[in-house]
């Protein structure tokens, strides 16, 4: 069982920079690949931003693309963080992590940006952008 810290959420204006980390409980994320997700009040579950088991690939959603940096620390139990920069009011909602344990041989977007491919997801912080 992995359990699954996020922090780094806070209250921050528009144009301002917040990196979330999730980094395991227990253990390493090793081989893991890690996504993030966000809900906004009234919405569904939307991708944000995911890294493959193998760090070959990341992945964005079109509205955080150039804004949002996916990364993993290999030197720090493998914490994956997210690098939010140029934040919008649109940014607000509570953001996920997500480990997939599963290290298939071969994947695409699509798979990571599934919230089914996930074993594990962290309980959530909350990113709120003033405009």
């Known amino acids: 069982q992995v359990q699954l810290v996020e922090s780094g959420g806070g209250l921050v204006q528009a144009g301002g920079s917040l990196r979330l980390s999730c980094a395991p409980s227990?253990?390493?994320?090793?081989?893991?690949?890690v996504g993030w997700f966000r809900q906004a009040p009234g919405k569904e579950r939307e991708f944000v931003a995911a890294?493959?088991?193998?760090?070959?690939?990341?992945?964005y959603t079109d509205s955080v693309k150039g804004r949002f940096t996916i990364s993993r620390d290999n030197n720090a139990k493998n914490t994956v963080y997210l690098q939010m920069n140029s934040l919008k009011a649109e940014d607000t909602a509570v953001y996920y992590c997500a480990a997939d344990s599963s290290r298939p041989l071969a994947y695409s977007s699509s798979y990571y940006k599934e919230g089914r491919s996930y074993d594990y997801w962290g309980q959530g912080t909350q990113v709120t952008v003033s405009s």
């Open positions: 227990g253990r390493t994320f090793s081989n893991y690949g």
């Open positions: 890294i493959s088991w193998s760090d070959r690939n990341t992945y």
